[in-house]
């Protein structure tokens, strides 16, 4: 179906309106809460592996949470608190002797557009802006937070067993 899907070896993912719902809920104290879900974790942890797909997490926040969520799913490429998401996917890419184009990146906001541009598949959730719509390869189904992430795993994992 999605032919590109073959040659991805990295699926990078934000993590605000993309693994999450993109609420950020703060306690009195500024402890910063966040929802993921269960279908997104099973996927990443259960699912991509047999692909041979590295999963990575790619965002403009800092959080211990997101540390603790990925080393849960056994997801060892973080880059946080990333300004310049267009730079960082391209050393990323070096840093891990892949090609752009063997990267895949799904994300929802114009914050995640230019790490987007160069990569061989891109995709959103289905609450996504129109402009970031426009762009992607897919439009996910499901909404951020609520299951994208693994919609987007399912079509890895199928055609990369095609």
Same mark, same amino acid.
């Given at each position: 179906?999605?032919?590109?899907?073959?040659?991805? !070896?990295? *699926?990078?993912?934000?993590? #605000?309106?993309?693994?999450?719902?993109?609420?950020?809920?703060?306690?009195?104290?500024?402890?910063?809460?966040?929802?993921?879900?269960?279908?997104?974790? +099973?996927?990443?942890?259960?699912?991509?592996?047999?692909?041979?797909?590295?999963?990575?997490?790619? %965002?403009?926040?800092?959080? !211990?949470?997101?540390?603790?969520?990925?080393?849960? *799913?056994?997801?060892?490429?973080? +880059?946080?608190?990333? =300004? =310049?998401?267009?730079?960082?996917?391209?050393?990323?890419? =070096?840093?891990?002797?892949?090609?752009?184009?063997?990267?895949? +990146?799904?994300?929802?906001?114009? =914050? #995640?557009?230019?790490?987007?541009?160069?990569?061989?598949? %891109?995709?959103?959730?289905? #609450?996504?802006?129109?402009?970031?719509?426009?762009?992607?390869?897919?439009?996910?189904?499901?909404?951020?937070?609520?299951?994208?992430?693994?919609?987007?795993?399912?079509?890895?994992?199928?055609?990369?067993?095609?």
């Amino acid at each position: 179906m999605y032919t590109k899907l073959k040659n991805i !070896k990295a *699926l990078f993912m934000d993590v #605000d309106g993309t693994l999450t719902d993109g609420h950020i809920y703060m306690s009195d104290s500024g402890e910063a809460f966040k929802a993921f879900h269960a279908h997104d974790g +099973y996927g990443i942890k259960n699912i991509l592996p047999k692909t041979g797909v590295l999963p990575a997490i790619m %965002t403009g926040r800092q959080s !211990k949470l997101v540390e603790r969520r990925a080393g849960e *799913l056994s997801i060892g490429i973080i +880059y946080q608190g990333v =300004n =310049n998401k267009e730079e960082r996917i391209v050393e990323a890419a =070096n840093e891990l002797g892949i090609k752009l184009e063997e990267i895949a +990146y799904i994300g929802d906001d114009f =914050n #995640d557009f230019g790490a987007m541009k160069g990569c061989g598949f %891109t995709a959103c959730p289905a #609450d996504a802006p129109d402009g970031i719509k426009a762009f992607v390869d897919y439009v996910c189904k499901k909404d951020g937070g609520r299951g994208a992430v693994r919609e987007l795993i399912d079509l890895i994992a199928e055609a990369k067993s095609e």
